[in-house]
């Protein structure tokens, strides 16, 4: 079968971005940004997760540029933006950090969404100057802050230094992941998706992660088997709602509950029933009314208190 990086047709075919950049970072990696919807609408960022892409965002891009300027990027060595020999926590700030400042005006806020990995790049993030200033509100999809290989449930093992021991492996793997046939789906859905998730999304999903390369997964796992972002949780002072599934083997449920209890300013935590660790794509219709919501309830009001800032400075 063929090693297509996403699905070409349906729901979660990646819309055509209105336009594409290339983003600099702070060590000169270069970071393949995309942007969707009208130019003068309320903004929204996007961060993907480890093995994912853009195309990750597909339903959400497509139902957000409608009224909304949505901006999704590849996080480095994955999609489009090439590999870079440093990998880890500071590198995902940093390129956060490069994507708000050149897609965003100054003091301009937007929702910022991220899943998994991309949602421990807010993390990182947290006490940048960049993310605070724009920053309206959080989206926390499937995401944890630290000891991510001890409190995974992908091998149906007790918790311990045995399973541990194992997933470090499993989630370490060079192993090619080869075609997308039926026994990788197969897997993929056991490993990742809830129990009930509909062929097309298992699809979906597998394009994209199959896509990812090995060395980049690879190096990836690493930099989240030793994560320690909990000090980034305290940081993350705006507004933030957390969603998860309660069939989420990879991050699972108590890592939405620790976020929640430590945040400063939480504003949901969402469980939602028999959905799996892909959460925008088990539930698109959920995430993006988050990613809604956020944006009407907190980007006028945070651009209100911008200029009204810029105009005592003026005064």
């Not at 909304?68 to 956060?96: F, K």
């Not at 000891?147 to 194992?166: D, F, I, K, M, Y």
């Not at 492996?169 to 992941?177: F, H, Q, T």
């Not at 062929?199 to 060395?215: G, T």
Request: aromatic fraction near 2%; proline fraction near 7%.
């Amino acid at each position: 079968m063929s090693r297509l990086a996403h699905v070409a047709s349906g729901p979660y075919a990646p819309p055509v971005p209105v336009r594409e950049l290339t983003v600099v970072s702070a060590d000169g990696a270069r970071l393949h940004v995309e942007v969707h919807g009208p130019e003068d609408a309320p903004a929204v960022v996007l961060s993907h997760g480890w093995t994912c892409s853009t195309a990750f965002w597909a339903a959400q891009i497509r139902a957000l540029s409608a009224d909304h300027r949505v901006i999704a990027y590849d996080q480095r060595g994955h999609g489009r933006s090439p590999a870079s020999r440093v990998c880890g926590t500071d590198a995902l700030a940093d390129d956060l950090e490069a994507v708000l400042g050149a897609t965003l005006a100054p003091g301009e806020r937007a929702v910022i969404a991220g899943h998994s990995m991309g949602g421990m790049t807010v993390l990182a993030a947290a006490a940048r100057p960049a993310l605070r200033e724009h920053a309206a509100a959080v989206l926390l999809c499937s995401t944890g802050s630290s000891r991510l290989v001890a409190s995974a449930t992908v091998l149906p093992l007790r918790e311990g230094r045995v399973r541990t021991w194992l997933t470090r492996r499993l989630l370490g793997s060079r192993a090619p992941l080869g075609p997308v046939t039926p026994l990788a789906l197969r897997i993929l859905k056991y490993g990742t998706m809830g129990p009930g998730s509909a062929p097309h999304m298992v699809e979906a999903c597998a394009r994209i992660v199959h896509a990812c390369p090995r060395r980049a997964r690879h190096a990836w796992s690493r930099v989240l088997d030793l994560l320690d972002l909990d000090h980034g949780v305290r940081e993350l002072r705006m507004p933030v709602e957390v969603v998860v599934g309660t069939a989420d083997r990879l991050t699972p449920p108590v890592h939405a509950r620790a976020l929640a209890a430590a945040l400063p300013s939480c504003v949901g935590l969402t469980e939602l029933p028999g959905a799996g660790h892909m959460t925008p794509v088990e539930a698109p219709e959920l995430v993006t009314g988050k990613i809604r919501a956020l944006a009407a309830a907190h980007i006028s009001d945070a651009s209100a208190k911008t200029d009204a800032v810029h105009a005592e400075e003026s005064a």
